[in-house]
């Protein structure tokens, strides 16, 4: 039996070590639960038992003294607070009282109390032996209840040690186990990966293509938890899941509105759907964070105006648009208004279809209330179908791969038989069943009150940690000597409290005011912080979980600073300490608070950041910091001392604009010159050639250039790239002198070669002119 598998029961009591009658009953209590090979863990007290709870989650079975030693009443509310505590974090656990079932002074037991807990037990009445063995069968109940649907029949298949005459060829794990490359493989996972990779032929586990048996119902299982009409499980990420809503609601010759900063994977769908994109402009701030698509962009006669301006859609012989896809929230943590959102793109297309690839975690916290798709109330079926894509695995907890396609249908509803023939284009006959079960435990730690807990959690390390680094900033970052600097955090500089209606530094807001008030987040218009401008109030939110940390620099206009840090010299200095950040612009890098953060996480963070201040400050060596930056380039950085680089880099930003073409390069909307569908069998036909971007005007790009992080299209396939002195150009060319100035830091730009230092891209071929006769 594994350490999961046994049953832990937790006895809170603090006669339990006492030579009483009590005492010596509870002692006879554990003596028949360690018979029956469940393990005990003893609590003296209240106090104890909040602390240790935390830290037990194999716990199955929970008894409490009523009394605690005494019958006061101060002893007798610290146990019901106990009570729903517990509570608040598991319906389910079973919790057997120690107290007689009838009112005892000075407390009487309430119906409060009464609902609260699932057995009495009267330990100086009925035999240990008999009360032992009601605590093993509740405990044994919980346990078989625990696992959700499809994770409940893998582990009950795998414990019958069947014979594999089907694939997959490694057969729970035997062929590995007969070489020495494959035996550490095997040692490395464990014996139950192996075992619990099955072939789709095993039909007692259902299928995943057809949505039947044990899959099928844990599909249904997450679309009641998260607040679905279906929901479909995808193993292979949201890139794939968001080309599977393509096909079910998109083909060829459609106008689909499209984000301008959705994820790559939206192009692809564009492109195997044969359909035409036309595009929604979002808004970008100072330090390049993307922000929302401005409500302006999205009304009927906005949109119908984008689609006569757009060159593809001209001869289309239906110009109604079908779908539209939006990010929410951004990549740097902002999230719509869903409503109003459906509201208005409502009025144009009969499905929406939300990229929440980073939110999946919206649903289970008041504070992202109307922010998400898949939201409770009245179902409006005169409205448009919603889709919400999410990536399970990024900031709930899944598998790598673990991805959902959640739908709330409208006055178009989804039919599912055709809808899966889409799915099925795109999803394996050989899905990994464990990243099926991952699925499946992700929604059952969702469920209940579970789903708010570990979503708060979440929220308030962000929270401790903005205030920690708004607090350090009052004390060293008051500009009055060259070392007094810190990092500031973008976020608001003052709250209005909800109560007095008074401003509050951030710092000193509470974190129950943070943590449970939504307008503490939003963009509201005039505030200098956020640097988005004619945002209606109310419509845009900052997501607490998603920390943006600035680097000195950058001024209110967005211009640069005489003196600045480059965020990418500390994203480099927190790359050696084992740190990785999410994406990092110009000046910003960018955490996640995800549900595996912790104190000790972001408290040596902030310790770092401390080490990098010093290093600066006492101008340390370039050898001493990046050891590997001048063994490979010694000619480029070795003697340089960390204020130089620094200052070298900021000064390239500052004198050539690069900031501000990024903002122009992305608030350009490239003409479109062939589909992308067009662009790519161009692309396969070997009809492209490779042009040096400095020689690249006018010409028509056959793929994307994405920079990354985070993924999002700088060009579309088949746009022109405009003049070489246009910003789209500028930028990339600025950005390949960048690369060649400071090996080492170089950019990732998807659809750019890199090759001797100059940058590279993909081109349709030109066509030849025919000469006049």
């Known amino acids: 039996m594994t350490a999961e598998e046994r049953l832990v029961v937790a006895i809170v009591d603090d006669a339990i070590h006492t030579e009483t009658p009590h005492g010596r009953a509870i002692k006879r209590i554990i003596h028949g639960l360690e018979e029956f090979g469940i393990v005990v863990a003893d609590v003296a007290s209240s106090a104890d038992a909040r602390a240790a709870y935390a830290n037990l989650p194999l716990v199955s079975c929970i008894l409490i003294n009523w009394n605690l030693g005494n019958q006061s009443a101060e002893t007798q509310k610290d146990t019901l607070a106990l009570l729903r505590q517990i509570r608040s974090v598991n319906e389910d656990i079973p919790i057997f009282l120690m107290a007689a079932p009838t009112s005892e002074p000075p407390i009487a037991l309430t119906v409060e109390v009464i609902k609260e807990i699932s057995e009495y037990i009267y330990v100086m009445e009925d035999t240990p032996e008999f009360i032992a063995g009601r605590i093993k069968a509740a405990a044994k109940r919980y346990q078989e209840r625990l696992l959700p649907p499809f994770f409940g029949e893998l582990v009950k298949f795998s414990k019958d040690f069947e014979y594999s005459w089907h694939t997959p060829g490694h057969a729970g794990g035997t062929a590995f186990r007969k070489t020495p490359a494959g035996r550490r493989f095997f040692n490395f ?86 359909s035409v994109a036309v595009y929604m402009i979002p808004t970008r701030n100072r330090y390049g964070i993307i922000g929302p698509i401005p409500p302006a962009e999205m009304t009927p006669k906005a949109i119908k105006a984008k689609i006569a301006a757009c060159p593809l859609a001209k ?112 999803s394996s006959t050989s899905p990994l069943y464990t990243i099926i079960a991952s699925l499946d435990v992700s929604s059952k730690m969702m469920d209940g009150p579970s789903g708010r807990l570990l979503t708060t959690e979440s929220i308030e390390e962000a929270i401790r940690f903005r205030r920690t680094m708004a607090r350090i900033e009052k004390v060293v970052g008051t500009g009055k000597t060259k070392a007094d600097w810190w990092f500031p955090m973008w976020q608001p500089a003052t709250i209005t409290d909800p109560k007095t209606k008074k401003k509050v530094a951030f710092a000193d807001t509470s974190i129950e005011t943070l943590r449970s008030t939504p307008s503490c987040w939003v963009l509201h ?121 620094v200052a070298e880099m900021h000064a390239f930003k500052k004198d050539r604009r690069m900031c501000g073409l990024l903002q122009e390069a992305f608030s350009l909307l490239p003409e479109p010159a ?78 750019i070669e890199n090759v001797n230092g100059e940058y590279m891209m993909i081109c349709l071929k030109e066509k030849k002119k025919e000469k006049k006769r």
């Open 525 to 645: 218009p005039g505030e200098k912080w956020h640097g988005f401008d004619s945002l209606p109030d109310n419509y845009c939110m900052l997501d607490p979980i998603k920390v943006t940390v600035l680097t000195p620099g950058v001024n209110e206009d967005g211009t640069l600073a005489a003196w600045g840090i480059p965020a990418a010299v500390v994203v480099k200095f927190l790359d050696t300490r084992g740190i990785i950040n999410e994406k990092s612009g110009d000046y910003s890098i960018l955490f996640l608070f995800s549900m595996g953060i912790t104190k000790g996480k972001w408290g040596t963070l902030i310790t770092e950041l401390f080490e990098f201040k010093r290093l600066y400050d006492e101008n340390a060596p370039l050898g001493e910091i990046f050891p590997d930056l001048v063994d490979k380039w010694p000619d480029r950085y070795g003697g340089m001392k960390l204020q130089a680089l």
């Open 674 to 751: 062939v589909t992308y569908a067009e662009a790519f069998r161009q692309l396969v036909k070997d009809e492209v050639e490779q042009v040096p971007v400095a020689k690249a005007a006018n010409r028509i790009v056959a793929t994307g250039i994405v920079p990354y992080p985070p993924g999002i299209p700088l060009m579309a396939p088949g746009e022109r790239t405009g003049q070489k002195s246009g910003p789209v150009l500028q930028y990339l060319l600025t950005l390949q002198e960048f690369d060649r100035r400071f090996p080492g830091f170089e950019h990732d730009t998807h659809g």
């Open 315 to 426: 001869d289309l012989p239906d110009k109604k648009p079908v779908h539209a896809i939006i990010t929410n929230s951004t990549y740097d943590g902002l999230c719509y208004h869903a409503t109003e959102v459906e509201d208005l793109l409502g009025k144009s297309v009969d499905s929406i279809h939300f990229d929440e690839a980073w939110y999946g975690y919206a649903r289970f916290n008041p504070l992202y209330r109307e922010r998400f798709a898949m939201r409770d109330g009245v179902r409006d079926k005169n409205g448009p179908t919603v889709f919400a894509t999410q990536s399970t695995h990024k900031l709930l907890a899944a598998l790598s791969q673990a991805s959902m396609i959640h739908v709330r249908n409208g006055r178009v509803p989804i039919e599912h038989s055709r809808f899966n023939e889409g799915f099925m284009m795109h």
């Open 189 to 274: 996972f464990g014996e139950q990966l192996f075992r619990s990779d099955l072939s789709i032929s095993v039909g007692e586990l259902g299928s995943l293509l057809d949505h039947s048996g044990p899959v099928g119902e844990a599909e249904r299982y997450a679309a009641k938890v998260f607040g679905a009409d279906m929901t479909y499980f995808v193993t292979n990420g949201t890139s794939t899941a968001n080309k599977i809503v393509f096909f079910g609601r998109v083909t060829q010759d459609d106008v689909v509105l499209v984000d301008r900063n959705c994820h790559k994977s939206a192009e692809h769908a564009l492109t195997m759907t044969h």
